[in-house]
């Protein structure tokens, strides 16, 4: 029963059967019942116990069912049926080999890294999605006891066995999940890494990468047969980020005002220190950065002594700016003080004096704790200390009048005592007077001033009184108006107050002054001055106004003066005389019959119980004008038949403004149709009126201006003009235009006077900037005849009567003839005849007809010599004025030229005749190879590469042949691409991301010619053209010299990176001392560089170099370690450095076998020359 409970709740695994037999198919066919989540530790004890045939023990037994003695009812009296199979499965598996297990899975490489920032980074892989046909083990279902044969064992067959051992099953191992490693290019300190997984790609977030760190990822497939199987590694390396957090910078020295401090610069994630940044915070340093730059100290100048200052530091590359350093707190050093300026006396009595004193300028960095003072009194003893304490002031007591007393002071802080200060001298003094008796009346009060008196002080206190000062001040309802004023200054113990107001209450008090100083002010004492007349009111002001009366105004005075006022005076002033205008209680007087315009001045006094105050200051007030009234006298007078002279007087009323000007408007009488009024402006009379109709009545009025606008018109006054000659007729009418002439007609115009009518017409051109007559006549047509083509006139006509000849029309707008063909051109004249060309010039035509000649046409017709004469043909046509063009030798031509204009073309010139030579007989060429070719022309298109030449000039014989070779970038032989007499032709087989060289050769009978130059095309690789991507990083990094002070490094680019791509490569060379940050020292196209810094001898160096391109930047290369020579002596040399450097220098194996051995000549010759030195 334990057994089958056992058996019952185990599930043979890889996992759990390793430790006893191979797992065999007839194990798992005869075992494998429930899930194995179900099996405990002591269950995998029982059943090992029972298939290895040990006893079981008594504490194995489970107790719960002991009671269950009987065997079970299985229909046999045999053994249980699960010890037969468990037995026949051991001795199955004894038999028969175990099977081998499948083969592992194809781990596939990740794909290229997504880099996140610096610290982070997403990488892919691509897997198969796994095959629902292929079996696991949870696809094998537990039997139920109702599946199994009556023997109680499986009645299914054993693994096929092939030749004595057991076939492995069909398939790979079945992967149970994925993991990735991570780790820097070692299985060392690897990193597991959980992903997710959709479909066929599996993918993981990498975190925590540090910065310019290369490492390695790679997948893991988790399999039940070989455990971890490992994929194949991919290596990327993150980016460069800030530098690290430096440390606090150190102080390195300071003093009273200058503090210097030094750092140590942080890891720089992979990307060089280019500056350090320092913060300075404290008393009188300005906000912001204190130093930028790339040194690793800075001194602060200008601080205060014993003042504490904050610092701190950041560091900043080509990925940003560091975290900021912690805060370093410095206190600058501190002194005595300086010597305080000289003491003073601050205030004095009878018998004492204060004596004060201010601090030095100059604490020297330290508080100042006390003070001390020291008085020489003049006994002998000399300086004695009278205070030492922190007060700035001291009362020497007790101190003797007109005695000489003598102080000095000095400072005190943690750091010494400062000097002694100037010595200051002072006297003892005696007291200021007591204050003199009260003021008192003298006499009674004025309005404006009273006198008082007072008495001398009881006692002058040692010193006699010099003079008394009178102090007065002005109340209202009991409440000062102010501060005591001085009022009087003098010896004299009585003074006249002036400046009072009348009615008005006054405290009054006085002080005695001695040498001394003042006395306490005497008690204070009230007085009333006398009342007055009123004060003046304030000037008249203008209510409202019309042309014929004001309306003014007026306020109370300020001040009444102690009486309130009852009456007011209104007075106009002129001339310095005053007349009255008004007198009574009112504010207000409205002013009747003032004149337009007219100006009054006008002032006003109060009156009350003392009499009339003073006027107010006088306000002028103007009237407003109006306009002037109708001119007077209106006289019109014709003068001849179109003008009038008008005179007139002015307006008896200007409206109080001048006038300005003058209108006159002059109109038709009894005229029929409608007629606009002439208007004229004038300033002054008279004024002659023009423009006149002849024989015409009109009407005449005149109106005057001013600046309040138009005044009335006068009265009419009629007048009539005397008769004249016809009037202008209408501009004459074009009725029909020709080339050389114009048919116009025109209308009689209107007669002035009946008695004389029209009897002939003047008919006029415009030509040449000038009228002329072209017809006199009484007909209303005439065709004007004689005109040239193309031409613009313009004509006017005028009418003739008895009263003689009228102004002509306007004339008419200018009309231009028709245009004609050109005439024929003139001095048609050869220039240059040979046997083969004739070059002819010629002339304008005589007339263009009217219209611009554009073109000219050359023909051209082989004279009568050759048997009648030929058909005129078109051998050239244009612009010019010369022309050329081929001909037969020993030929007669006849040579016309025609001109063309918008019309058409001209007549034809006189013929030129002429005859060409005989054609020279060529002289006789000697055979020759061709000439050497230009280089042939490369064109790259996307269907390929074409070249194209030009055959060579003057080939004797012709050239039958072209030939077009290839020399590969590669340096291999030449081969020809094509031989044929084309051309030009297309050129395949070009190897991509090398550069080839074409040139082309002619030939002909005698040979082929030399090749001409050669034509450089490049054909960018496949690489290239699917990515157009950053430089590669460059290889063979070396030292190609060294020195005790510098090394010459060199370098290439990649070997995949195409020739056209690495010229437009810059480069970016970094070199770091021993540990120590990297720093730029070169930038440029090269690919060596010979450090300029001086550097230490025997010290190693770290270089790395990188390019740059229009893409962006690309990788570091390899950090490569160089040593300058050791430099003990003159004749020593590092030969442990120099031949590290060559080593590394081959270590790239990049270069060259001869190169090295170049390299390695030159190092033997430097040491060679070492020792000779």
């Known amino acids: 029963t334990e057994w089958k409970r056992c058996i019952a709740r185990f599930s043979i695994s890889y996992e759990v059967s390793r430790g006893f037999a191979p797992p065999t198919s007839a194990m798992k066919k005869g075992f494998l019942t429930a899930n194995n989540s179900n099996t405990t530790n002591e269950d995998v004890v029982k059943v090992a116990k029972i298939l290895r045939k040990e006893p079981m023990d008594d504490t194995s037994t489970n107790k719960d069912d002991a009671s269950s003695e009987e065997p079970p009812t299985n ?27 499948p083969p592992k899975p194809e781990v596939p490489t990740a794909l290229e890294p997504l880099l996140e ?58 992967v149970l999940g994925y993991h990735v490693l991570l780790d820097r290019g070692n299985n060392l300190e690897a990193q597991r890494f959980e992903g997710t997984q959709d479909q066929d790609e599996f993918r993981v977030a990498l975190s925590g990468l540090e910065a310019a760190t290369g490492y390695r990822v790679r997948l893991v497939a988790r399999t039940e047969e070989h455990g971890d199987v490992l994929g194949a590694a991919r290596s990327f390396r993150t980016a460069a980020a800030p530098p690290a957090k430096p440390q606090a910078p150190t102080v390195a020295s300071k003093g009273k005002s200058s503090v210097k401090f030094r750092w140590i610069a942080p890891d720089s994630r992979g990307a060089p220190i280019s500056r350090f940044e320092l913060e300075v915070a404290g008393a009188g340093v300005p906000k912001g950065l204190a130093y930028q730059g790339d040194e690793k100290s800075f001194e602060a100048k200008k601080l205060l002594p014993a003042q504490e200052y904050k610092a701190r530091l950041r560091a900043v590359n080509d990925a940003g700016t560091s975290e900021a350093s912690e805060w370093i707190t410095v206190l600058t050093s501190s002194s005595a003080p300086a010597v305080p300026p000289r003491p003073w006396i601050a205030s004095f009595a009878v018998d004492w004096m204060l004596v004060t004193w201010q601090p030095a300028d100059d604490d020297g960095g330290c508080a100042v704790d006390n003070y001390t003072l020291e008085v020489d009194d003049g006994s002998g003893a000399g300086f004695i200390v009278r205070y030492n304490g922190p007060e700035q002031k001291y009362v020497l007591g007790n101190a003797v009048a007109g005695h000489l007393y003598r102080f000095r002071i000095k400072a005190n802080n943690a750091q010494g005592a400062s000097p002694f200060s100037p010595v200051l001298e002072a006297s003892g003094c005696c007291g200021p007077p007591l204050p003199p008796g009260p003021i008192q009346l003298a006499a009674a009060p004025g309005p404006y001033a009273m006198r008082v008196v007072w008495l001398e002080p009881a006692s002058c206190n040692g010193s006699p009184i010099q003079m008394y000062q009178v102090h007065a001040r002005r109340l209202m309802d009991g409440v000062p108006m102010g501060f005591f004023e001085a009022v009087y200054s003098g010896p004299a113990t009585g003074c006249e107050v002036r400046s009072l107001y009348p009615a008005s209450v006054y405290e009054l008090r006085v002080v005695a002054m001695s040498a001394l100083g003042p006395s306490p002010p005497s008690q204070s004492v009230l007085l009333t001055s006398a009342g007055a007349p009123p004060s003046a009111p304030p000037p008249v002001f203008l209510i409202d106004s019309d042309p014929v009366s004001l309306n003014v105004g007026w306020t109370l005075p300020d001040l009444c003066n102690g009486a309130p006022v009852s009456a007011f005076t209104l007075e106009a002033v002129k001339h310095e005389q005053s007349a009255l205008v008004y007198e009574g209680p009112s504010l207000s007087r409205h002013l009747q019959g003032v004149a337009p315009g007219a100006t009054l001045w006008l002032r006003v006094a109060a009156i009350n119980s003392h009499g009339q105050g003073p006027f107010s200051h006088p306000t002028s007030f103007t009237t407003p004008c109006a306009p002037p009234s109708a001119p007077q006298a209106v006289a019109p007078q014709p003068s001849g038949r179109h003008a009038a002279h008008v005179s007139w007087l002015p307006p008896a009323a200007e409206g109080g403004s001048g006038v300005t000007g003058y209108t006159i408007k002059v109109d038709r009488v009894r005229a029929g149709g409608h007629h606009e009024p002439m208007v004229v402006d004038a300033r002054s009379p008279p004024v002659t009126i023009s423009d006149l109709a002849v024989g015409t009545t009109y009407a005449v009025r005149v109106r005057a201006s001013n600046a309040q606008g138009e005044g009335e018109w006068s009265e009419p006054e009629i007048f009539s003009t005397e008769a004249g000659p016809p009037a202008a007729p209408a501009p004459p009418d074009v009725e029909e235009v020709a080339s050389v002439s114009m048919a ?77 063909p050109p005439g024929p051109v003139t001095a048609v004249t050869p220039l240059v ?24 046409a050359v023909m051209v017709r082989e004279a009568e010599s050759r048997g009648g004469p030929g058909e005129l043909r078109e051998v050239w046509s244009g612009p010019g004025l010369a022309c050329k063009f081929k001909v037969l030798p020993e030929t ?9 204009n918008a019309v058409g073309p001209g007549a034809h010139s006189a013929p030129l005749s002429l005859e060409t030579p005989a054609a020279e007989e060529k002289a006789s060429k000697q055979p020759k190879k061709p000439a050497a070719m230009q280089m042939p022309v490369v064109t790259i298109s ?31 032989a030449d081969y020809e691409v094509y031989s044929g007499g084309a051309s030009s032709c297309d050129v395949g087989g070009l190897t991509p991301g090398h550069t080839h060289h074409l040139k082309v050769c002619a030939e002909n009978d005698e040979g082929c010619g030399a090749w001409s130059s050669l034509a450089a095309v490049a054909l960018k690789s496949t690489a290239e053209k699917r990515v157009r991507a950053k430089p590669r990083a460059p290889e063979g990094l070396h030292a190609v010299h060294a020195t005790k002070a510098s090394l010459k490094l060199a370098w290439l680019s990649a070997e995949d990176q195409a020739a056209t791509e690495a010229e437009r490569t810059r480069f970016k060379l970094e070199l770091a001392e021993g540990t120590g940050s990297f720093e730029t020292i070169f930038n440029g196209t090269f690919h060596e560089f010979n450090t300029s810094k001086k550097l230490a001898a025997g010290v190693r160096y770290r270089v790395r170099v990188r390019g740059e391109n229009k893409v962006g930047t690309g990788p570091w290369s390899e950090e490569v370690d160089v040593w300058t020579l050791k430099g003990a002596s003159t004749e020593s040399f590092d030969f442990q450095a120099h031949f590290r450097n060559m080593e590394m220098m081959f270590e790239g194996r990049t270069l060259p076998f001869w190169i090295g051995l170049v390299c390695l000549f030159i190092s033997l010759l430097v040491v060679i020359m070492q020792f000779v030195l």
């Open 75 to 101: 229909g046999s009296n045999g053994p249980h049926v699960g010890e037969e199979c468990a037995v026949q499965a051991v001795q199955q598996a004894e038999e028969q080999p175990p099977p081998p297990p």
């Open 117 to 174: 920032g610096w610290s982070g980074a997403q990488v892919a892989w691509l897997i198969d999605a796994p095959d629902p046909a292929e079996g696991d083990a949870s696809s094998l279902k537990n039997p139920s006891p109702g599946d199994e044969p009556a023997g109680g064992c499986s009645s299914e067959e054993p693994a096929e066995v092939v030749g004595g051992e057991a076939k492995a099953p069909s398939g790979k191992a079945k």
């Open 744 to 820: 116009l007609s025109w209308s009689a115009p209107p007669t002035e006077d009946p008695t004389a009518p029209v009897e002939e017409y003047v008919l006029q051109k415009h030509e040449a900037g000038a009228f002329t007559t072209v017809y006199t006549g009484d007909l209303t047509s005439f065709t004007a005849a004689g005109l040239l083509p193309g031409a613009f006139y313009r004509f006017r006509v005028a009418a003739v009567s008895a009263k003689g000849q009228g102004p002509f029309s306007v004339a008419t707008k200018p009309v231009a003839t028709l245009p004609l």
């Open 833 to 856: 005849v040979t046997a083969r060309e004739v070059k002819v010039k010629w002339g304008q035509p005589v007339t263009n007809g009217g219209s611009p000649t554009h073109t000219f």
């Open 892 to 900: 007669s031509y006849d040579v016309i030229v025609m001109a063309f």
């Open 942 to 972: 996307k269907g390929g590469v074409t070249a194209a030449w030009l055959p060579p000039k003057d080939a004797y014989p012709a050239v039958k042949t072209f030939h077009l070779s290839v020399a590969p970038g590669d340096g291999g």
